[in-house]
């Protein structure tokens, strides 16, 4: 094989790290410099969850993963029975299927990677790392997304050079619903932000990395109420966040509103892809606001 076929797709790659369940108010207060960073970048933007989507992490990161909104996609709680993703599918699924790239998708939580519980999400992206929690207790769950990182860590460096990746985090979510927005989910947080240091440290170690150009997406899918615990309407669960950096987004821009719809359309916009009409995805990449038409 020549070395062309074997980085077929020019210098656009994307990762897209999920973490779950991050409330935005928080973040002030907490020490997290990857994210920070990112943010500095680019931007770190609130995205509220729109009033047909429950706050829950199944619709929510199907809308994430596909772009499209639960009217479409049809994952309308944490049991993914009854989907459309084989009409919507996530992004990792869609560029391997259709755009022949390398894709990846890792984290701890079944119904986004097995057939249980209705799933996956992430149906069939190039290459897929499971890393089951031995139990659902928040310790177990940063012993999954330690793991999770570190296996994350060798798919980014290595040969399978994936140019659409999905890592997903989960204890921190765990961590509120078992103990509350309290000291523990301010630190299982920071933990979350040191694993993706870890994986931006990943990518650029990588051999090529001064001729790649990244974009690099973190996202949550719903905040949570301060005894741990969403699924209702309160500004507090209703409220996640993007922040995101890469080509054509200005350091330290502002952008037009950032809906989760929109993420998937970024993913596509950033490996130059052109979304196909039929597809019919709702969102639109992300936006620097200077590119808003000044008012006269
Ligand atoms: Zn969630």
């Known amino acids: 094989m020549s070395s062309s076929s074997r980085w077929p797709a020019g210098p656009r790659r994307v990762l897209v790290v999920g973490i779950d369940g991050v409330r935005l108010d928080l973040l002030p207060e907490l020490n997290t410099p990857h994210l920070d960073a990112v943010a500095a970048a680019g931007f770190l933007a609130p995205v509220e969850v729109d009033d047909a989507t429950p706050t829950m992490s199944g619709p929510c990161w199907a809308t994430i993963a596909t772009g499209v909104t639960v009217a479409k996609h049809g994952v ?25 790239r390398r894709t990846f998708a890792a984290g701890g939580w079944e119904p986004l990677f097995l057939a249980r519980q209705g799933g996956p999400l992430f149906a069939a992206p190039g290459r897929l790392s499971y890393i089951a929690p031995l139990e659902d207790t928040p310790e177990d769950w940063e012993v999954c997304d330690e793991r999770v990182t570190a296996e994350a860590v060798t798919v980014l460096a290595g040969d399978d050079d994936p140019q659409a990746s999905f890592v997903y985090l989960g204890a921190v979510d765990e961590t509120a619903h078992f103990l509350g927005c309290g000291a523990e989910y301010r630190r299982s947080i920071e933990a979350a932000d040191a694993r993706l240091g870890r994986l931006l440290a990943a990518l650029r170690a990588r051999p090529g990395y001064a001729d790649e150009e990244w974009t690099v997406i973190v996202v949550t899918d719903h905040g949570h109420v301060d005894a741990g615990g969403h699924g209702g309407r309160s500004a507090q669960e209703r409220t996640a966040w993007v922040a995101a950096c890469g080509p054509g987004l200005v350091p330290g821009g502002a952008v037009l509103p950032v809906r989760h719809v929109d993420v998937a359309a970024q993913v596509f916009a950033a490996l130059e892809i052109v979304p196909d009409p039929h597809w019919t995805l709702d969102g639109r990449p992300f936006t620097p606001a200077a590119e808003l038409v000044p008012q006269a």
């Open 76 to 100: 309308w709680g944490n049991h993914l029975g009854g989907n459309r993703l084989d009409v919507f599918p996530d992004f990792t699924t869609r560029l391997a299927a259709v755009h022949h």
